[in-house]
């Protein structure tokens, strides 16, 4: 085989190589960051993640799935599930649980309101806040659960709420829930 053959054909399995390992690049985005998580880890040292937020309403007898509800009645609890993309439950790692809030209004005053929608904080005119980090650990749910108990609310409004997931040492890449809101009504 001449010289010249020899150096296409080497050539030519590089760029074949290349070609099939483009979608494995270290700098390229894996398919979580794409998805709206923060993947900071070197791909192959932790798996991809899942971040699941959803509400419950805390009832005598136990928790029970709920998208809304009237004020003054029970008690909000948030809820973050944390699993890798094949399904395992994460069994280490921080969950911080935020809620979209409007800017230059106090927390906590009940008069005036400083909670607002996901869209106030999707289009700036409000942002995070933070409402408390907690390990994962929610035996009311299971494991790869983290929870928090938002109370009750006295006027009915709309508030987005979002989590993130930091797993350090979890094997689960850190990353951010899909933000959702909730809605109290009126009686």
């Avoid at 969950?95 to 289009?123: H, K, M, Q, W």
């Avoid at 980090?133 to 790869?144: E, H, K, R, S």
Wanted: hydrophobic share 40%.
């Amino acid at each position: 085989m001449s010289r010249n053959r020899i150096k296409t054909l080497l050539v030519s399995g590089v760029a074949c190589c290349a070609i099939g390992c483009a979608d494995r690049s270290p700098i390229a985005p894996s398919a979580s960051a794409a998805a709206g998580g923060d993947v900071s880890a070197r791909p192959g040292s932790v798996a991809p993640g899942r971040y699941d937020l959803s509400f419950y309403a805390d009832r005598i007898g136990g928790w029970v799935p709920v998208t809304s509800m009237p004020v003054l009645t029970d008690e909000l609890i948030l809820a973050a599930h944390v699993t890798s993309n094949s399904g395992a439950a994460a069994t280490s790692g921080t969950v911080t649980f935020e809620y979209c809030s409007y800017r230059g209004l106090p927390p906590n005053d009940i008069t005036r309101a400083d909670e607002a929608p996901l869209e106030a904080c999707a289009d700036g005119s409000a942002s995070w806040a933070r409402l408390t980090a907690t390990a994962l650990a929610c035996p009311q749910l299971g494991a790869g659960y983290a929870c928090m108990d938002f109370g009750i609310v006295r006027i009915p409004r709309k508030i987005g709420f979002r989590f993130r997931f930091s797993g350090q040492k979890s094997g689960i890449a850190s990353g951010t829930s899909v933000p959702l809101n909730f809605e109290w009504t009126a009686q």
